[in-house]
């Protein structure tokens, strides 16, 4: 007798970037590893010479550049951007260092489906320089928080969180290292919450294991 087992098919991921892709890298690094079964079908960018397309290339993965035209306005890219993700049915749109406001038409048409990365404790820093910000604060601590995309710039429900502290002698360059080493340990163990079905977003309430989550899950690594 033939049984035949059906497995349920592996998460599929499209990641927008702008740049170096590092976290990217560390997806692919922990797909390697084992920790994260996730298929990335497709990384998209809007600049060309972004080093995270190499990266992506080196692995075998379609990579697409989607440029803004100076005449387009925002609406008019993020529908080409949208046609362009729709080709490729992603199940988790992954911003990983994107720079790029997205219109709120967009991530209407993708609601629950759009995360980010980004390098504060937000609420703390929505936007830019903020390694700056922690230090010119005095901030005992800084860190990375992982969120659902919403209309409001880095505004949206906060899944997790990881921080360091900020040291005496830290420079904006120093405590970016340190931040993006905790990304690099985050991002990848997040998205594994998604391939378990571990974690939705229902009515603007994050939902982690069947409950809703009343704080973002603070990410522990003690050797950073
Ligand atoms: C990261 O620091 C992330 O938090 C922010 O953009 C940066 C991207 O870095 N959104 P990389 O391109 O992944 O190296």
């Known amino acids: 007798m033939v049984v035949s087992v059906s ?61 803004k035209k100076p005449t387009a306005t925002r609406l008019a890219y993020d529908q ?3 046609a362009l993700l729709h080709d490729y049915q992603p199940d988790l749109i992954v911003l990983a260092g994107f720079m790029r406001i997205l219109s709120s038409e967009f991530v209407e048409q993708f ?11 937000l609420p703390a820093y929505p936007g830019l320089h903020t390694h700056e910000r922690a230090l010119t604060n005095r901030d005992r601590y800084h ?5 659902f995309v919403t209309a409001d710039l880095d505004a949206g429900p906060l899944i997790a969180q990881a921080r360091c502290e900020v040291a005496t002698d830290d420079t904006p360059e120093s405590l970016k290292q340190r931040v993006q080493a905790l990304e690099h340990r985050a991002y990848p163990e997040v998205l594994s919450w ?14 982690l294991d069947q409950k809703p989550l009343s704080a973002p899950v603070l990410l522990q690594y003690p050797s950073v």
């Not at 592996?10 to 702008?18: I, P, W």
């Not at 992506?56 to 697409?64: C, D, E, H, I, S």
Request: avoid cysteine; charge should be positive.
């Open 111 to 121: 609601a629950g489906k759009i995360i980010n990365i980004h390098p504060s404790l």
């Open 80 to 82: 080409a951007l949208a």
């Open 143 to 147: 860190g990375l928080s992982i969120h």
């Open 7 to 67: 497995t349920p098919s592996s998460l599929r991921l499209a990641v927008l970037l702008s740049g170096n892709g590092s976290n990217l890298q560390a997806i692919f690094d922990a797909i390697a590893a084992n920790r994260l079964v996730v298929t990335i079908v497709v990384v998209i960018s809007d600049q060309q010479d972004a080093y995270g397309l190499q990266r992506a290339k080196n692995q075998g993965v379609p990579t697409r550049i989607l440029e």
């Open 194 to 207: 998604f391939t378990a079905r571990r974690l939705s977003l229902q009515d603007g309430l994050i939902y």
